[in-house]
């Protein structure tokens, strides 16, 4: 029989949802919550209960922000640059902000193109970013997708998009290991591979 | 700069009080909660917010219950058995009940005596355990404790208590890895320490 309560039985239940989180592990990180940080676990309760009801997209560059713009798009030394970079996901961005090397604008895909999933150019605000490039204030996009085989046919695609603009393009320099996932990298390695982009 | 918003800073601060989890990883389970899985987030939170405010103890062998008396406790054919297995925590019961092979009454210590750390027989019950021995209902005391220094101090000073009231006290068997931690073992190798434990 189990033993667990069905309070019990429901945290662990519903901590399974957290990423590399199986039964076991969702039992031990109830039982310690229970056992020594009631208050942590409080706290964790209303962070994510505000974060999944109050944060929405970036209405300029789709990152998550719980404000209509996010501070990078907010802040007009950026959000007027002629730099343009895109990436997958949140994560990518906020590593890249991690490296300081880079102090342009950002495009945030959240997704990679994946036919077979039903991710197309709409699901990735193509459009959107289309319409950004139509402005014609934007001089080069660096495309910062994952070196795995769906980031680079988004890149490539992007790619397309900003020839049919006559807009430069150019992609993270190798270096970035192929495979390999962007928000894993270290600091240093990303550096060197956004000061070594080459054109697309 | 960090990019991240407040609240999501918040949310990725507030997943640190899990065990194991750094900032990395709970960067990546705070994105991954946004990105794929809010209705996950939300139960999560809301599971956690009922748990940490609703669960207390049993009153009768401490482990965690929302009632008055646990599940075990409540069930006569368990409560009045003569056979008690005093375990370290909620997590480690829960190990035992797995195994299927103890249909006796448990008390839970939460802990192990552990001096330095201010924690003596008060703070685990020993004073309620020694109350639940008085009644004269038991016969045989089985000592589940880690099979580490501490869990072994403790072993023995509830072995103490039952030699002076003429109860007989054993041990899981050997075959309990020395300095592990109870609720990692495999059912099998719990289940033959049960059925092979030795008199104290
Ligand atoms: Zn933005
Ligand atoms: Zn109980």
Known sequence: MTANTPLLQQLIDALKALPGVGPKTAQRMAFQLLERNREGGRKLGTALL??????GQCQSCRTFS?????????????????LLCVVGSSADLQAIEQTGQFDGRYFVLMGQ??????????????????????????????????????????AYYIAELCHRQQISVSR????????????????????????GRKRF
């Open 113 to 154: 193109l994946s036919p077979l999933d039903g991710i197309g150019p709409a699901e990735l605000g193509l459009d959107r970013l289309e319409q950004q490039l139509a402005k014609g204030d934007v001089e080069e996009v660096i495309l910062a997708t994952n070196p795995t085989m769906e980031g680079e046919a988004t």
């Open 172 to 195: 993270l320099a190798q270096g970035v290991p192929v495979g390999g996932e962007l928000e894993y990298l270290d600091g240093s390695t990303l550096s060197h591979a956004f000061s």
């Open 66 to 82: 719980e404000q209509e713009l996010c501070a990078i798009c907010s802040d007009p030394s950026r959000s007027q640059s002629s």
């Open 50 to 55: 505000h974060a999944m009801e109050h944060i």
